[in-house]
């Protein structure tokens, strides 16, 4: 669970590190909607650039790993539903005639690859952006709303994000402790659970309530200084960069969703 | 008359389930004085310090800052008596050691030059420079107590209330937190030290306070008073006040170096 690292921010000196935060912020909503709505071909596009940004930003695929093998097992689960919810025409392997059908496997496949690219895209976001920049971003964007209103959405990101890697931490500790009172011996999976839910829950209250008091005392406040943020000439090409691929693909293939 | 820099009137703490935590506590604190809290566990000493900046109102009595109730403005109360709380880890909230300790700054609102000064002010008196882009979580037990008290220090605080801030650290951990707060009552900051290892500090102090069961059992001058630790369960370390120290010779920290780095092995404790 340590290793997770799922939504972690890594700091980092990359080319998409110092891209401006507001614009990552739209590149992600625009590659979500596209993700979501566009065809296959779209969907593969906006993959294959938030791939490649994922590169440039020099994420290891090993700390993937980990969140990779989540959304597989989510995957197998959409694909088989899918399959279950439209069962004609069926699969036939060998002979034998299964209760699931190929248009559901293909149209579950199809949203098992949109979760993925959002999944991708969100990491992006998070791994490469300081949370205090991602919130003084939101705090731009939304800027049109009262501040009491844009301060608490930027504050809850921030908050998330930054104390994701420690709430991970400790229950990773309470598991470690439970394993090692032979946690393993009970042989219900529903058993274990039980066992660490509760003292779960109380770890991440706890800690809650610490950092409440911890940000109270050094004056939180939901409406800050915030950072230097400015739109350079290398933002621009890179916001080009992001939007290009999946824009052209778009285009080309008349962005219907299938 | 000059009101004393913080002034605690019969201050007294009912949980809900009628447990009086904290019983008529009455005492002052002095500008630029270094005092020591020391009492058993389950004396009150943590609820005590949570009152100090409104993180709990009391059942009754005040607290007052400059004679001013420090309820009357808690923004400004929080900036000028800055906590520094046992688990570091809690406190530190930015992504980089100089992130976190623009944190409080920022929240001051303080324009982007003035945090920057502030902050490379407080890290090089929390002997953290060249540390500014370490991941705090990559940090030492000893360098993260450091970076805590670099964050409440960019605030500019009047008064630094440290609560069990040795617990976890080793010897050179200790003794470098105990260079970072000479140097800072040597400035000029009030000083309250909450803990009950005596041993490692009670020589700098010019104050010791005893707490048990909620209320103050003995204050005064650590020679006066140190023989009755042990009356409210606190052991008296060995020796004589002046010895009762884990401090070593003042040394400046050189940048981007831990002070506990492994290449780098301390003298034995002066005790």
Known sequence: MRELEFLHYKPGVSIWHRHDPRLKLLELAAWSILALAGNGTVTAAVGIT?????????????????????????????????????????????????PIGITGLLT?????????????????????????????????????????WSGAVASALMLTISFLPLIMDETATIRDAALSRGLQNRKSIFRRAAVLALPMAESALKRSDLTAEALLSRCFTEDPTGPNLSVRAGDRLLFLAAMGPPAAAALFTGFTAG | MIPPLLAIQNLRHVFPDGTAVLNDISLCIEKASFTILAGPNGSGKTVFMRHLNGLMRPTSGRILLDGIPITENLSLTRRRIGLVFQDADAQ?????????????????????????????????????????????????????????????????????VLDEPFTGLDWPGCADLITVLNRLRTGGTTILLITHDLAKILSHADRLILMNGGRIHAEGNPLDIINEVEEIGVRRPEGDVSTMSWAREPRDFPAGSAADAPDKKPEKPTL
Do not use: C, Y
């Open chain 1, 50 to 98: 938030v791939l490649g940004f994922h590169a440039a930003a020099g994420t290891s695929p090993k700390r993937m790993r980990r969140p990779l093998l989540f959304w597989a097992v989510m995957a197998a689960a959409i694909i088989v539903s899918a399959g279950f919810a439209e069962p004609a025409p069926p699969l036939i392997i060998g002979g034998i005639q299964f």
């Open chain 1, 108 to 148: 579950g496949t199809l949203r098992a690859g949109r979760l993925l690219v959002i999944l991708l895209a969100g990491q992006l976001l998070a791994s490469s952006t300081d949370p205090a920049d991602l919130a003084g971003a939101v705090r731009k964007i939304l800027s049109f709303l009262p501040k009491k």
């Open chain 2, 92 to 160: 530190i909230v930015g992504q980089t050691v100089a992130r976190d300790a623009a944190f409080g700054p920022e929240n001051l609102r303080l324009s982007r030059p003035e945090i920057e000064k502030r902050v490379r002010q407080a890290l090089a008196a929390a002997g953290l420079i060249g540390f500014d882009e370490r991941r705090p979580h990559t940090l030492s037990g000893g360098e993260k107590r450091r970076l805590a008290v670099a964050g409440v220090l960019a605030m500019e605080p009047d008064i630094l």
